[in-house]
């Protein structure tokens, strides 16, 4: 136990463990830490939530909280025992070490892994009542199950982290953002290695480009291997790796239950039920159709759209490498969305639109993207057609360019990389 938690020793966290910053996502969890509720940190394998952990540790030692009050502990390691008599062995064999006074933090790493967890931190919630913080971490939504909604109703606050964000990827090259219209062709030059290196922290700082390969096939190889064959007992682990391959290859792509099926021999249940795993295992994400009949968006006759969670993931485990800058430019776009928490769709009569953001006030918002200036005329009359569809509904069109940016028949062109950095989807 000491092993995991060195800052009992050197009154202090190593800096090996927190050389990776983040902080406007840090400031968030750093908000979260004065009050009583369970804070849970959500996200794929590797894109930094330990990290952000350890941070929030350093922090809590250095205003002032005792070293031997702070428990970390990693749940990812093979323990024989994953039930909860392993976290109360964890514990009480803590509070034997030390007899902790006052206010403990509780911080357990991949907390999936253990059956029933969502039990044993609503009992101890529920009995130490201020005087314990929990913080968790998970690698799979499934964590978030009906069970863990109504055990940890009012009691829990959930954030979700991503991998680098373009804004973020910029400070970790230690390239100082001051005006992106004079700085356009050094943010260009970063831009254009961001969009096929991805944001995974690790890959990032590291540049050379088989060992970045070599890392990000092992990302996911844990993702498919730990988090859902093991996870969930698969039999037709091929089959699942196959379809996860199958998947990325297609990114920003339509299809149809029944192509994928015919894709990966597959039943349209089983395929169902394994893009739902990959979807809970943060790789992928399945993007509806927009309708105001929810019947029809969610309908399995219509095709969906499949994304990945990261271009450099997405470029190391596609079946063939593809050097497509639209749709790495489309997959791009649709993770940045996610990452603004917005709630969006596709559509497609004649011609398609890649996004379609649903406001709060029912305003919507269609966005096509490229990664060019040479604009097809199909891309612009898109928009159009859905403007024309759904009449003043449609508050604003968006064209995401490679470097063209004005605004012509109440269309907007912006850049993308000047999109990702923080142009607001408002007028």
Not at 40 to 46: A, F, K, L, P, S
Not at 263 to 275: C, D, F, R
Not at 329 to 339: D, H, S, T
Request: with cysteine; charged share 30%; hydrophobic share 40%.
């Amino acid at each position: 136990m000491k092993m995991w938690n060195p800052w009992w020793i050197e009154r202090k966290v190593p800096a090996s463990k927190k050389r990776i910053s983040r902080p406007e996502t840090l400031e968030t969890i750093l908000k979260l830490l004065d009050i009583r509720e369970v804070i849970c940190i959500t996200g794929v394998r590797r894109c930094g939530k330990s990290t952000i952990m350890y941070q929030a540790i350093d922090h809590l030692i250095g205003k002032g909280v005792e070293p031997e009050n702070i428990l970390y502990f990693n749940l990812d390691e093979p323990f024989e025992d994953k039930s909860i008599g392993l976290l109360d062995r964890i514990f009480g064999e803590y509070i034997e070490l030390h007899v902790p006074k006052g206010r403990k933090y509780i911080f357990l790493d991949e907390i999936q892994n253990v059956k029933d967890w969502e039990q044993w931190v609503k009992k101890f919630y529920d009995l130490h009542g201020e005087d314990i913080k929990f913080v968790l971490t998970g690698s799979n939504s499934s964590m978030l199950s009906d069970q863990l909604s109504i055990l940890l109703t009012g009691r829990m606050i959930t954030q979700h982290v991503f991998p680098l964000s373009f804004k973020e990827y910029l400070d970790f090259e230690s390239f100082e953002l001051k005006d992106p219209d004079i700085q356009r062709n050094e943010i260009l030059h970063y831009f254009n290695k961001y969009l096929f290196k991805g944001g995974f922290p690790e890959v990032v700082l590291e540049n050379d480009m088989d060992i970045n390969h070599l890392r990000l096939t092992e990302y996911f190889n844990s993702i498919l291997l730990r988090d859902i064959v093991v996870g969930r007992n698969i039999r037709e682990s091929a089959k699942l790796i196959e379809l996860a391959n199958y998947s990325l290859s297609n990114v920003s792509t339509l299809l149809s239950y029944s192509k994928i099926s015919n894709a990966t021999g597959l039943s349209v249940n089983s395929l169902k039920e394994y893009l739902l795993f990959l979807e809970q295992a943060y790789l992928i994400y399945q993007l509806n159709f927009f309708s105001y009949s929810v019947k029809d968006s969610i309908s399995i006759k219509m095709p969906k759209k499949v994304y990945c969670i990261d271009n450099g993931l997405r470029n190391s485990a596609a079946f063939t490498f593809s050097a497509d800058e639209g749709r790495l430019a489309e997959n791009l776009a649709f993770v940045e969305l996610k990452r603004r928490k917005v709630e969006f769709f596709y559509w497609k009569e004649k011609r398609e639109v890649d996004f379609v953001i649903k406001g709060i006030d029912g305003a919507l918002t269609g966005i096509n993207c490229t990664c060019t200036d040479h604009i097809r005329q199909g891309e612009i009359n898109a928009l159009l057609e859905l403007k024309e569809q759904f009449g003043e509904k449609v508050s604003r069109l968006i064209l995401l360019t490679k470097n063209l940016e004005k605004k012509e028949n109440d269309i907007s062109y912006i850049p993308l990389w000047k999109w990702v950095l923080g142009t607001r989807l408002s007028k």
